[in-house]
């Protein structure tokens, strides 16, 4: 399975994002998808979750309120849309997909469960 990621850009705080993420394969509408994201010399951090059904959706707390994962299986697209964002957001974001249909809770922010790996889309958030 190979993801495409896309939709990132310049934008001014406060503004408005979607980024998309394509799945090359029809076994994407039955695994799990995630978003994390790495800002220059840090660490890769989680950022949303997504189960097979798009009910079970967790968040890290940094972005809680103000971004939202999706998904629409037929399309194999899973989206994420930021609002209010801040230059903190900046980084670069990767899209990740899992065959299992759903994760544990404690697993999903582990970079480790995730099998497929998006090339990333890079996120300014810059006045």
């Known amino acids: 399975v190979q993801l495409q990621a896309s939709g990132g850009g310049l934008v001014q705080p406060g503004g408005s994002l979607r980024l998309s993420c394509a799945a090359s394969?029809?076994?994407?509408?039955?695994?799990?998808m995630a978003w994390f994201r790495q800002a220059g010399g840090k660490e890769r951090e989680f950022v949303a979750y997504i189960d097979k059904t798009g009910r079970t959706i967790y968040y890290a707390s940094s972005v809680k309120g103000r971004f939202t994962i999706s998904r629409d299986n037929a399309k194999n697209t899973v989206y994420l849309q930021m609002n209010s964002l801040k230059p903190e957001d900046t980084a670069v974001y990767y899209c990740s997909g899992d065959s299992r249909s759903r994760l544990i809770m404690s697993s999903v922010s582990n970079a480790a469960e995730y099998d497929y790996w998006g090339q990333g889309t890079q996120v300014t958030v810059s006045s």
């Open positions: 394969s029809r076994t994407f509408s039955s695994g799990s």
